[in-house]
């Protein structure tokens, strides 16, 4: 009898693991098409539509910041900026106190693409919340907040071992 009990509560949490991971595989998907949309509309790729983001709307970093933030490997980071620089939407410059340091940060063609972009994300985010009624959002952010800590800790647990057994 135990064994049937564990039976059917193994089938039940495999049938909702699969269901949620189903679901944010969906969502991302999802995320990425509205994205992909964003970022033809400003005329920049994903990668590119990211980097605007990830840089201040006024102001510098270095390049390593830059780097770290974005989670990318420093000569990502430079064919990356590249582009950008080439489409006269960010700038390079060497760090007044050290000249080995780059520092980039976003022309002002730059920081009104940006301004634009954040613009269409705010509007999906609008979008998005308009179809759950209001007495319901503040649970699924809780939801999403608890998922969203949840699916980090197994990340971190699959840069680290990715469930050896």
């Known amino acids: 009898m135990k064994a049937t009990v564990q039976s059917a509560e193994t089938k039940a949490e495999d049938t909702f693991s699969r269901e949620v991971v189903s679901l944010l595989y969906r969502l991302k998907e999802d995320f990425e098409a509205c994205d992909e949309a964003c970022q033809a509309h400003c005329g ?20 390593n910041e830059l780097s770290e933030s974005m989670n990318l490997a ?3 980071m430079t064919r990356m900026l590249d582009n950008l620089v080439k489409k006269g939407l960010a700038f390079r ?6 000249r080995r340091i780059v520092r980039v940060g976003l022309t002002a063609k730059g920081q009104n ?3 634009a972009f954040s613009g269409d994300k705010l509007a999906i985010g609008k ?21 969203s800590e949840a699916v ?4 971190a647990q699959c840069k680290t071992s990715c469930f050896d057994k």
Do not use: C, F, W
Request: glycine share 6%; hydrophobic share 40%; charged share 20%.
């Open 152 to 155: 980090r800790a197994v990340v």
């Open 113 to 115: 693409l940006q301004k």
């Open 44 to 63: 920049v790729t994903a990668s590119q539509g990211y980097t605007l983001l990830a840089l201040p709307g006024d102001g510098s970093l270095s390049m």
């Open 74 to 76: 420093s000569s990502t």
């Open 93 to 98: 410059e060497h760090d007044e106190a050290d």
């Open 127 to 147: 979008a998005v919340l308009s179809n759950i009624q209001r007495n319901d959002q503040q649970t699924v952010l809780s939801a999403m907040k608890k998922l």
